[in-house]
Nanobody
Framework: QVQLVESGGRLVQTGGSLKLSCAASGRPFGNFVMGWFRQAPGKERGFVAA????????TYADSVKGRFTISRDNAKNTWYLQMNNLKPEDTAVYYC????????????WGRGTQVTVSS
């Protein structure tokens, strides 16, 4: 059974930093893209960042470029989201996702971790 477990969310002040982690288990992820999404109250879940498990290529939403960094540790089956210069609009539940590179219907989600940025 595939499991993704996020950790690291908490309350932080504007301008602060947080590092989220997502630990995956249950299958090999060699052909997957690992990502972070977020959902604020009353809004749809949206893309934040992604990293290719195989070659490390990264992509970011425009709203987080230059502030957030996604990385992965293949040996630990874990990927991370380093968030710097946090803003109140970053407040959301952050979900990690693992999606097969070719077969996009093969997709797994974590349960989410709350990030709250106080002004």
């Amino acid at each position: 059974q595939v499991q993704l477990v996020e950790s690291g969310g908490r309350l932080v002040q504007t301008g602060g930093s947080l590092k989220l982690s997502c630990a995956a288990s249950g299958r090999p992820f060699g052909n997957f893209v690992m990502g972070w999404f977020r959902q604020a109250p009353g809004k749809e879940r949206g893309f934040v960042a992604a990293v290719s498990w195989s070659d490390g290529n990264t992509t970011y939403a425009d709203s987080v470029k230059g502030r957030f960094t996604i990385s992965r540790d293949n040996a630990k089956n874990t990927w991370y989201l380093q968030m710097n210069n946090l803003k109140p609009e970053d407040t959301a539940v952050y979900y990690c996702n693992a999606r097969h590179s070719d077969y996009h219907l093969i997709s797994y989600w974590g349960r989410g971790t709350q990030v709250t940025v106080s002004s």
